[in-house]
C-alpha cells in the first residue's frame, strides 16, 4: 500500500465545457482529506517540462461556470517516446508527487495507460471530450453543454431555412462518433442526420428530402456528423443535393470549436464534481489504472484499458425515433 500524499491533475486533449468543474473537484477534494494538490499546465507537455503549480481550495474560486481549462491543454508528440515520458516521470518524482488525475479522452487515457506501465505511477482518468466516444460511461463531461450549444444554433438557423424555404446543412463536431449528430437532430427536429455509424448514403438521403417536399415541407435541416462519409464534406453533400434537387436552395453552416466553448450546463457541473471526488478517493484507496463514470445516474469505474478498446455504440433506438420523427 502505497502512502498517498500529494495528487496532480491535468487537463490534456481537446478541451471540453466542465472541465474547470472537475479541476475544481479534484483539487477540493484533496483539500477535504488534506493532502495536497498540484496543477500540471499544458498536459503531457507541461509535465515533461515541469509547468507545474500548487493549488488550493482557494485557487479554484468562481472557474465551475467557467468553459475551457485553467491548467491548458495540448498534444505533446514527445511524450509519445520513452525519453519524453522519462523526463515527465522524474519530474514528478522531483516534486514528489505521487499519484495522478488525468481529465481528457482516449488519447489521453492511452498516454496514461502507457505511463503506468513502464513506471508503475498510479493514475485515475476522468473522462473530458464532447464526443461522449468513451466506454464505460453514459456521459463525458462537456458532452451535455455541446448538445445543448449545437441544439441552440441548429433552432436559429432553423428560423433563417423556414424564411426563406431552404434546405441547411448543419455539420457538427463529432470525426469519429455521431453522439452530438444524432442526440441535436432529434432534439432540433432535423429531417436527416448523417453519423460515421451508419452510412445511409446520398440515395437514401435524397429520398428523405424527396418525400419532406412531398409532404410540404418548405424548408429542412440535415444534421451531419464531421466524420460521416457520405460525401468527401459537407460543401459536397449540399453540391450534389441542389444538382439532383433543383426544386432545394442549399446553404452550409459549420458550427466548429463554438461548440467546445461556453458555460458547462448543470448537468456537466455536478457530473464533474461528482467524477472528481471519486477520481481521488480511489486513489487514496490506493487504486489505478481505472476511469471514473456514469452509469444509470451512479458513479462506477472502469479499466482505463477497457475505457479504450471497449469502443462505443450508438443508440439504436434513437435512430428509429429519428426516423419516425422525420416523417
Known amino acids: 500500500m502505497k502512502n498517498i500524499n500529494k495528487i496532480a491533475v491535468m487537463t490534456s486533449g481537446g478541451d471540453s465545457p466542465g472541465m474547470n468543474a472537475a479541476i475544481r473537484s479534484v483539487v477540493r477534494t484533496c483539500a477535504y482529506y488534506q493532502k495536497d494538490c498540484i496543477g500540471i499546465y499544458r ?17 479554484v474560486n468562481n472557474i465551475i461556470n467557467k468553459g475551457g481549462t485553467i491548467l491548458k491543454t495540448a498534444r505533446s508528440k514527445e511524450f509519445r517516446t520513452k525519453e519524453g515520458r522519462e523526463k515527465a516521470f522524474l519530474n514528478l518524482k522531483k516534486h514528489e508527487i505521487d499519484a495522478l488525475v488525468v481529465i481528457g479522452g482516449d488519447g489521453s487515457f492511452t498516454g496514461a495507460l502507457v505511463f503506468n506501465t513502464e513506471f508503475n505511477f498510479p493514475i485515475i482518468g476522468i473522462p473530458g471530450t464532447i464526443d461522449n466516444d468513451i466506454f464505460g460511461t453514459s456521459h463525458t463531461i462537456g458532452f451535455d453543454t455541446a448538445l445543448n450549444t449545437a441544439v441552440e444554433a441548429i433552432d436559429k438557423i432553423r428560423d433563417t431555412a423556414s424564411s426563406h424555404n431552404r434546405l441547411f446543412f448543419v455539420e457538427v ?48 435541416i440535415v444534421v451531419v456528423a464531421e466524420g460521416d462519409k457520405s460525401g468527401k464534406n459537407v460543401f459536397e453533400l449540399a453540391d450534389y443535393v441542389e444538382k439532383n434537387l433543383p426544386d432545394y436552395e442549399a446553404r452550409v453552416s459549420v458550427l466548429g470549436h463554438m461548440q467546445r466553448g461556453g458555460a458547462p450546463s448543470c448537468f456537466d457541473r455536478v457530473l464533474a464534481s461528482r467524477l472528481g471526488v471519486k477520481a481521488v478517493e480511489l486513489l487514496l484507496e490506493n487504486k489505478t489504472n481505472l476511469m471514473v463514470g ?27 425515433v429519428s426516423d419516425i420523427m422525420s416523417i
Open 43 to 59: 498536459g503531457y507537455q507541461g509535465m515533461i517540462e515541469g509547468d507545474f503549480v500548487e493549488l488550493k481550495a482557494r485557487s
Open 173 to 220: 463536431m463529432g470525426r469519429d462518433a455521431g453522439f452530438i449528430a444524432l442526440n441535436a437532430g432529434v432534439g432540433a427536429g432535423a429531417e436527416e442526420i448523417l453519423i460515421p455509424e451508419e452510412n445511409l448514403g446520398l440515395e437514401r438521403m435524397l429520398e428523405s428530402l424527396k418525400k419532406s417536399r412531398k409532404s410540404g415541407k418548405s424548408s429542412s
Open 294 to 320: 456514469l452509469r444509470n445516474n451512479e458513479v462506477i469505474t472502469t479499466g482505463i484499458k477497457e475505457a479504450i478498446k471497449g469502443g462505443h455504440t450508438i443508440d439504436k433506438e434513437l435512430l428509429r
